[in-house]
């Protein structure tokens, strides 16, 4: 039972990797720079890598919004995200799988009647603002340092081919290990505080944590994804909102790579806390959003005349209903898997001891020499009701 | 084919334009010197000349065929490769017309007056510089973008002394006493045909300037 009811998070993984693989890639295969099939392999081998390797950062801050506490609630949650995702494929608009998850758990918050934590809501919220905005920063600074640099170089037309070329696979296998990083909280996030896994060691020589067992099932259902289903994706996207030469389309998956790894790199949460300096979350933030940002960044560069403002303004309305969909997909299912099927989608006498998440994120990033007055921290430790 | 093949077949592709240009270049010099061994009555010269215009044109299809092979069944510079092939294609087509204006004079045998030679080997130098000028700037189309525009203002200066010497040789021949009707029908055709070239070259260069402009960062 528990494995069908990780199925749901199986379809979640596998709608990331047809819509998500497309921002990574899409540019590259569209403009006919990649193959396909190269792109499909590259991606799905550094996705499974940043899952397993970095996932579990973002995981944690998804956990936080919203703790799902039953598996089959976990199961719905993930279906509903995954089922909106799916219908925005088939609309033929990149969607946000992050957006998808927050509204489906926000829908079992309000089912449950779970208090959600504003402050990680806000913090989520605020990076689909700053996501976007930061990527077309990006794009449009190393779009400008690349007219510099390559007329400056003197690169053949040829050779800039053959060095473009050989930049979209390493920038797409960056994007794809980013991508694998922080969507995979999107994808298992949900089921980490339910796992069935114990600890495994895979042939005896990789040891693997529950957490990361479910990140690298995540990770293959993704890569299962990007085989089955982003092709045609992925041919659309490259000359969906703006037509990118091959050097455009370079900046805008650097771009959107950087973004994703500012958002779920551990090491460098860590180093900027060392060096006193302020932190990016680790959130989920939308690799659709990224790439829309770095593309519609380049593109005002570029005086925005060639922007289709059309496409761009459907891609945004989808953004604002993807979540919307997601939560009440997620809260009509859950009365439908708890009323008639007779499942337990919550477990209420362990909402009512669930930790807060705002001292748990404050305490350990107080500044030493500013540590936080003791009344919080003995708040922070009482259950809330 | 592997992706390392790709890489490898695109160091071959730039060297096989640098050949497909150089082969321009030459039958540039070629028809100059062509022209002059006609013009000094030195046929065996022309001849030998027809012929090596006609080795280089052949040189020319068979690097264009390649060229055009391995932009579209490898899928190189999938961007550039539409404007890259309509600069090869053209060039080739300024390389025809030089082949043409050669066969031209050896079908004809046009009667050269010793009053028109030294405007007509004027004529011709101005047209084998306009091509000329072109060629150094579709070969920094490739190498040196910044550097195409260094070659493009030359391209109009020679098609505008071109056209000078065209109008001026074309009202000598019309103004001539000594000339029959259907004489100077026959040397202004060819005064044209020859100066068509440096209007080609010229279009060429315009096409370029776009091509430049839609690649600029």
């Given at each position: 039972m528990s494995l069908f009811f990780l199925s749901s998070g199986m379809f979640l993984g596998w709608s990331l990797g047809a819509n998500d693989a497309a921002n990574v890639f899409g540019t590259a295969v569209g403009s006919r720079m990649v193959k396909f099939h190269t792109a499909a392999i590259c991606c799905s081998i550094f996705v499974l890598l940043g899952a397993v390797i970095s996932g579990a950062g973002a995981s944690e801050t998804l956990g936080k919004l919203?703790?799902?506490?039953a598996l089959a609630g976990a199961f719905v949650v993930a279906f509903s995200a995954a089922a909106s995702v799916y219908m925005m494929i088939r609309l033929r608009y990149p969607a946000s799988t992050s957006q998808a998850i927050v509204g489906a758990i926000l829908g079992w918050n309000f089912f449950s009647n779970t208090p959600t934590d504003t402050f990680e809501l806000t913090r989520i919220v605020m990076t689909w603002v700053a996501c976007p905005t930061l990527a077309a920063i990006t794009a449009i600074i190393f779009y400008k340092l690349a007219g510099f640099l390559i007329p400056f170089c003197k690169i053949s037309l040829f050779r800039l081919d053959k060095w473009t070329r050989n930049g979209l696979i390493l920038v797409g296998a960056f994007g794809s290990y980013s991508l694998g990083a922080n969507n995979i909280a999107n994808v298992v996030g949900v089921f980490v505080p339910v796992s069935p896994f114990g600890d495994v060691t895979l042939f005896g020589l990789l040891p693997l944590t529950s957490a990361q067992l479910l990140f690298l099932i995540g990770g293959i259902a993704i890569a299962v994804g990007v085989f089955t289903y982003s092709r045609h994706t992925m041919q659309t996207v490259g000359g969906g909102i703006f037509k990118l030469s091959p050097v455009m389309a370079l900046v805008a998956v650097w771009a959107h790579s950087l973004v994703l790894f500012l958002f779920s790199s551990q090491s460098l949460e860590a180093f900027l806390r060392d060096m006193g300096l302020p932190t990016l979350p680790l959130v989920p933030v939308s690799s659709s959003q990224a790439i829309v940002g770095a593309v519609v960044g380049m593109g005002l560069l570029k005086?925005?005349?060639?922007?289709?403002w059309k496409t761009v303004g459907g891609i945004a309305c989808g953004w604002v209903t993807t979540p919307v969909i997601a939560g009440i997909v997620s809260f009509i299912c859950l009365s439908v898997l708890q009323n008639?099927?007779?499942?337990?989608?919550?477990d209420g006498s362990k909402i009512a001891q669930k930790q807060p998440a705002i001292i748990e994120t404050i305490a350990p990033a107080a500044?030493?020499?500013?540590?936080?007055?003791a009344v919080l921290l003995q708040q922070g430790a009482e259950p809330r009701s | 084919m592997s992706y390392g093949g790709i890489l490898r077949k695109k160091i071959g592709i730039e060297h096989k334009v640098d050949a497909f240009l150089d082969l321009v270049s030459e039958s540039g010099m070629i028809y100059r010197r062509g022209v002059e061994s006609y013009t000094s009555n030195d046929l065996e010269a022309f001849k030998s000349h027809l012929d090596q215009i006609v080795d280089t044109e052949r040189q020319a299809d068979v690097l264009r065929r390649s060229i055009e092979d391995l932009l579209y069944r490898r899928t190189l510079i999938p961007e550039s490769r539409g404007d890259v092939l309509r600069l090869i294609e053209g060039m080739d087509s300024l390389l025809g017309h030089f082949k043409g204006s050669m066969f031209r004079f050896e079908i004809e045998r046009p009667r050269m007056r010793e009053s028109l030679v030294k405007d007509l080997t004027e004529l011709v130098h101005c047209v084998v510089e306009a091509v000329e000028a072109v060629t150094c700037s579709i070969r920094s189309f490739f190498?040196?973008?910044?550097?195409?525009s260094d070659h493009l203002h030359k391209v109009s200066y020679w098609e505008a002394e071109a056209d000078k010497l065209s109008t001026k040789l074309q009202t000598a021949i019309f103004r001539s006493?000594?000339?029959e009707l259907c004489e100077s029908l026959q040397l202004s055709a060819f005064v044209r045909h020859v100066d068509a070239i440096a209007d080609q070259a010229e279009d060429m260069a315009d096409s370029l300037a776009i091509y430049v402009l839609k690649r600029a960062f």
């Open positions: 919203g703790a799902v506490n005086g925005g005349r060639g922007i289709r008639v099927f007779m499942q337990t989608v919550y500044a030493p020499g500013h540590e936080l007055p | 190498k040196n973008i910044l550097a195409v006493e000594n000339l």
